[in-house]
């Protein structure tokens, strides 16, 4: 959000103490002011988020871990391994990603925006203490979006005008009011959620240190040099503890168990879909020549009951759910 901007010069102070979650968004920027992240997320599918990747700033990568979810644009994949970025695909709990028994690379929820899913992971990674900055969740007074640097700034000129007075909050701090919008609103109140459901479930404290912006209850607001000072008292051991990954033959032996799986669904649904057909083809002959009599009528009806009970009987439909739901999905979004 806009108010990152002042909060940048604290930060790269106070790199060296904290571990550091970055948005894909705001890592070109922090880039620019040579503060390392060690963690930079991605949630974002479309092609618009993957030009974040779209640079190469050479050794300030290394030891960053790029963490990207497992659906994002192939252009992100591309930029990655162009300037050799360690990164890490995840998946969150889909149930054909779990349908593919990949259980050993585990998932996790990465909510609905890349903010949610930095704030989880470090849910998973057991920290105590998370201090955000940036979550502004609202328009500047001058109607800016996001912070200085911002690649993508031009593609949200007009937004300010549009949501006026529509997505009205209270401001940080609680003096007055700010102006926000439709998909912001959405994702403060998940954060909301999400904050007093880690509260009460994993004893985590939230620092809200924007020092702008909206709101977000749940949170502790200080300011960003309170937050440095009282909770951030010592250099961390950096670069934290490398992963690596799977052998060539290893991946491939997921890969291969992985293919065989979707292309069996796949023969499973030709195949029964040959059954039904023929099934379909056997009712409509009864249909076309039945008469009054009553043990065609049985006939008729006992076929039916069985095709019925078919395309009722979750094993046999399992495949069909699991092979088509991506499909729709992607067209659906």
Known sequence: GPSLTKQLPLLKKYASKATIFCAD?????????????DYVCMLERDEIVAECFNNDFGEFDKDIVFIVKSVTHPHTIKYL???????????TYASFIQYLKLDYFGYFNMGFSVAHMNFLLTIHL??????????DLAYAKDGQTHSQGFIHANLHNGDYERDLDKFSTTAYGGNGKVQSSEIWTLFRHNFEKDIVNI?????????NCTEGGAR??????????????NLLDKDLNK??????????????????????????????CRDFSKILSNDFEKIQSIYLSLNEKEEDI???????DKFKNK???????????EILQPLRTQFEL
């Open 216 to 229: 977000i209850e749940g949170t502790i607001e200080k300011p960003f040099l309170w937050a440095c000072e």
């Open 239 to 268: 670069p934290f503890e490398k992963l690596e990954p799977l052998s060539l033959n290893k991946q491939n032996e997921f890969l291969l168990k992985a293919y065989y799986k979707v292309y069996q669904s796949i023969k499973h």
């Open 311 to 321: 395309l009722e009987d979750i094993k046999q439909m399992q495949d069909l759910y």
């Open 298 to 304: 049985n006939l008729a009806i006992e076929k039916i």
């Open 25 to 37: 968004s705001s890592y070109p920027i922090l880039a620019k002011h040579d503060i390392k992240p």
């Open 126 to 135: 057991k920290y105590k203490n998370i201090i955000l900055i940036g979550q």
């Open 81 to 91: 391994q162009k300037n050799n970025r360690a990164f890490i695909l995840v998946s």
């Open 199 to 207: 509260k009460m479930n994993y004893h985590i404290t939230t620092y």
